[in-house]
């Protein structure tokens, strides 16, 4: 069976929402599919995702550092609204083939990435403490949001691969280039989940004082710990190996993505305790002696390793299969002032100054998509998909209270020339139920909530053009 002009490109109809819903942060899969194309070869492609993740707060729940006297209860087995936020993120691909032994190639992508939302109306605590002092202050309040603001994130990364090929014969191809990655990102936490750093805090340390807390730069009203990572480029690599035989549509690829080291002015706030003996007696960190130092955030994007493979099964059928290793094992953000102010945390409760990540995950992802593709005619071809990822690890962080998933799809391809073609696909994903935890508890095995029998629907568009 050759491998013709539009056999070669039905694969691309599974790619837009491969890593749509990934583990941990892993969105676009970094696929460099468009690169071993033959010939000269150019694509774009959008892909929304549209997630539903609601959950439930744990069967006996209570606040951080109260567990003597179980503050917060009233919020035990509350629901949690859908905290999802729906999202986009584009693709390009353009490769020249410069002779029969040299090819370039550039792909933008969006590799990794996350946008969450808590809900403001979700429930209330209902309760107020026997010795608190803002009474009012608790009642508007809810584990994931104080008054009307909810905690939230988004981060964004985009990349442009560089890519040289050479190909001694038909059957291999060698590459490697320079990888240019940005990243940015925004995260506010609120509610009674995150203690301090959630806007207020009630103590066992102290016999039960409770606090509410001012900023300590500006002196106004401290809802809740913000983060904003300004836009910062750096340089990776990316190196992998090809081999195909057109005869029979085989073709295979192994790639490998190194990892990316930033060094981050991380822009942060951070909380004084307006109950002052919390802060000179039991956390000073909170108290308005203490001074944070000021520092640089390292941040890591992890290397990864895709390997690709697909063959003819029969006249106009190819069946196809993707892997990918993501080492987000080795990932977390600490920022600095946030490390400062968790290490005196844990001191205060638990006599150690190990603090703690803001994120950070607990094993690696592993993921396979795959499926099957049939020409129909020399216009139409259509793909049937199937997915699953591991996840990275459970509990996990509430900022993505998700455990990997399974999925299964449906792509089609239109192709009104030879060498263009118009592709669309549609993905249900059926997310794996996860236990999500603050960062306080990482390491541990206490958790916040539970987000079960969750769900999201991807659907992406792809053009493509040969030349």
């Known amino acids: ?56 707060m744990r069967d006996g729940w209570n606040t951080p550092s109260t567990d003597t006297r179980k503050v917060g209860t009233d919020l035990a087995n509350s629901k949690i609204s859908d905290m999802a936020e729906s999202f986009y993120f584009t693709n390009f691909a353009l490769k020249i083939q410069a002779n029969e032994n040299i090819s370039f190639g550039l792909i933008y992508d969006q590799p990794f990435g996350a946008k969450a939302n808590y809900s403001s109306g979700d ?23 104080r008054g009307d603001e909810g905690t939230n994130v988004e981060v964004t990364t985009q990349n442009l691969s ?30 009674s989940v995150y203690g301090p750093l959630g806007g207020h805090m009630c103590s066992d340390k102290l016999s039960l004082l409770c606090s509410t807390f001012t900023d300590k730069d500006t002196g106004e009203t401290y809802n809740g710990y913000n983060a904003s990572i300004p836009e910062k480029s750096e340089f ?18 192994l790639t490998y993505r190194s990892e ?42 992890p ?12 006249e106009n059928t190819l069946a196809f299969i993707n892997l990918r290793w993501v080492d987000w094992s080795k990932f977390s953000i600490r920022p600095h002032k946030f490390g400062q102010l968790s290490s005196a945390l844990t001191e205060a409760v638990a ?26 005619n020399d216009k139409w071809a259509i793909s049937l998909l199937g997915g699953w990822d591991s996840g990275a690890g459970n509990p996990t962080s509430t900022l993505g209270p998700t455990e990997g998933y399974w999925s299964a799809g449906l792509g089609g391809q239109y192709s009104p020339t030879e060498k263009s073609f118009l592709q669309v696909g549609a993905r249900y994903f059926w997310l794996g139920d996860a236990k999500a935890q603050s960062a306080s508890w990482f390491g541990t095995d206490r958790y916040d909530a539970d987000f079960k029998s969750n769900n999201a629907l991807g659907y992406s568009v792809k053009i493509g053009h040969r030349f």
């Open 351 to 376: 006599g150690t100054p190990r603090g703690f990540d803001l994120i950070a995950y607990e094993k690696d992802q592993y993921s396979a998509n795959f499926g099957v593709a049939r020409k129909l």
């Open 1 to 56: 069976m050759k491998l013709t002009t539009l056999a070669s490109t039905i694969l691309l109809i599974s790619l837009p929402s491969t890593g749509a819903l990934a583990a941990a942060m892993d969105r676009s899969g970094q696929s460099i599919s468009a690169f071993l194309q033959p010939g000269n070869y150019f694509d774009a492609s959008i892909s929304v995702l549209d997630a539903d993740v609601s959950g439930q």
């Open 260 to 301: 990316i080291d930033y060094e981050v002015d991380v822009e942060e706030n951070t909380p004084l305790a307006d109950n002052l003996l919390i802060g000179y007696i039991g956390v000073p960190a909170l108290g308005p002696n203490f001074t944070y130092t000021e520092g640089k955030t390292k941040i890591t994007t």
């Open 162 to 191: 560089f890519i040289m090929g050479y190909q001694p014969n038909e059957n291999w191809n060698i590459y490697a280039g320079p990888v240019y990655q940005t990243v940015k990102g925004d995260l506010q936490l609120r509610g």
């Open 303 to 314: 290397q990864s390793i895709n390997l690709d493979f697909q063959s003819g099964i029969m």
């Open 123 to 145: 429930q209330k605590h209902t309760v107020v403490p026997p010795t608190s002092n803002f009474a009012q202050d608790i009642l508007e309040s809810g584990a994931f949001h």
């Open 236 to 253: 990776g690599w990316l190196g992998g190996i090809a081999f195909q035989i057109p005869e029979i549509a085989l073709k295979a690829s």
